[in-house]
Each structure stands twice: as C-alpha cells, then as structure tokens.
T-cell receptor
Framework: RKEVEQDPGPFNVPEGATVAFNCTYS??????FFWYRQDCRKEPKLLMSVYSSGNEDGRFTAQLNRASQYISLLIRDSKLSDSATYLCVVNMRTGGFKTIFGAGTRLFVKA | DTEVTQTPKHLVMGMTNKKSLKCEQHMGHRAMYWYKQKAKKPPELMFVYSYEKLSINESVPSRFSPECPNSSLLNLHLHALQPEDSALYLC?????????????FGQGTRLTVV
C-alpha cells in the first residue's frame, strides 16, 4: 500500500463547479499535511496547509481527519486558472523525517 | 525573500560527463532536499540535509552525490548517468526537519542524459 494515495483523475469540470479531492495516508505518525499545486513543467507550489480544525482560503477549503487518516480539498466556483495537478503532501517520521507526495490529481476546468 | 534558486534551468549531458546542479536559499532554512520528478509522476525524495548534515539518502545510486557546503547552498554532483536519469530535479527547503513546516521548491533543473 502506498504511503499517500490520491485519485489521479483527471477531473473534468465546467467553470463555476465545485470539486473535491481526497487523499489518504497510511502512517499514523504523520505530522503535518499540505496541498500543493503544480502546473505543467513547473515546480510544486504550496496551496495551503491542512489542519484538523479545517482551513479556508477564499474558494479553497482543506480538512484533515486524523481518525480516518485522510485529507480533503474543496474548490468552489472553479476557474479556468484552477486547471493544474493538485498534490497531497504528508510530512512523517519514519526513522528520519520525510515529505511524501501523493501521485497528484489532475484537474481540468473547461469554459 | 521566499525563493529557492536552482541553476542551471536546463542541462544536457553525455553518459561520461560530470556535471553539478546547484541550489541556493536565503530564508534561513535549515533543511534542504533533492527530489527527482519524471513526467506525470509526483516528486520522489532523493536526499535530505538537516543542519548541513545528510540525514536521509533514499537508496539513491552513487552516481548522484549530494553536497551541502553551507546552510544556504546544496549541490548535486552527477557522474556517469544513464538516459533513464533524465528528469526534472527539484531542490526544496524548509525551516527545519521537524515536519511541521511546508517546503518551498525551486523551479528545477530539467536534465537530459544522452
């Protein structure tokens, strides 16, 4: 089983739609959680951190469920510019400290 | 300044060449990382440096040799690479390696081995 799992998609949605991504992680010792966005041929960029209390930034809401070991990202009122790959990232201690990426979920927002 | 700077942006090298990738950050971060990313795949961790010491080597072949000359710089020395090593090499840094803070990525070096 992979340490961090995501549905690779692709998700094809119209502008204005609401779309949700989920990510599960296997190591209960995981410490911190993030969503990154990566555009084609570019580096990953931090979208938002994820907390148990939830985290909202404009149209984006992230949530962590430690009991079920999953994190989610909700995008409301999708824009064309939201088209990208969304990477679930988990920091965990397995001996040393590691940052593990999920496979990424591809989103295409269409006019 | 929240930048991680990588040079060169593109590199083409032969299988007998020796080259180096460079990474620099001036955010005072004490953890620095090398990742390898193949097309349509997520970044894969290669090395972690914490306080200028190598703390994680993810069983990377010895033809990749990391070096951390000081807290702001991270190098990746390349020697006798194979065509399958062609990929985007990403450098990242974070405040420390306790796991609580996000990593900032450089723009990457796109490496082609011929």
């Amino acid at each position: 089983r992979k340490e961090v799992e995501q549905d690779p998609g692709p998700f094809n949605v119209p502008e204005g739609a609401t779309v949700a991504f989920n990510c599960t992680y296997s190591n209960s010792a995981s410490q911190s959680f993030f969503w990154y966005r990566q555009d084609c041929r570019k580096e990953p960029k931090l979208l938002m951190s994820v907390y148990s209390s939830g985290n909202e930034d404009g149209r984006f809401t992230a949530q962590l469920n430690r009991a079920s070991q999953y994190i989610s990202l909700l995008i409301r009122d999708s824009k064309l510019s939201d088209s990208a790959t969304y990477l679930c990232v988990v920091n965990m201690r397995t001996g040393g400290f590691k940052t593990i990426f999920g496979a990424g979920t591809r989103l295409f927002v269409k006019a | 300044d929240t930048e991680v700077t990588q040079t060169p942006k593109h590199l083409v090298m032969g299988m007998t060449n020796k080259k180096s990738l460079k990474c620099e950050q001036h955010m005072g971060h004490r953890a620095m990382y090398w990742y390898k990313q193949k097309a349509k795949k997520p970044p894969e961790l290669m090395f972690v440096y914490s306080y200028e010491k190598l703390s994680i080597n993810e069983s990377v072949p010895s033809r990749f040799s990391p070096e951390c000359p000081n807290s702001s710089l991270l190098n990746l020395h390349l020697h006798a690479l194979q065509p399958e090593d062609s990929a985007l090499y990403l450098c990242a840094s974070s405040q420390d390696e306790t796991g609580g803070t996000e990593a900032f990525f450089g723009q990457g070096t796109r490496l082609t081995v011929v």
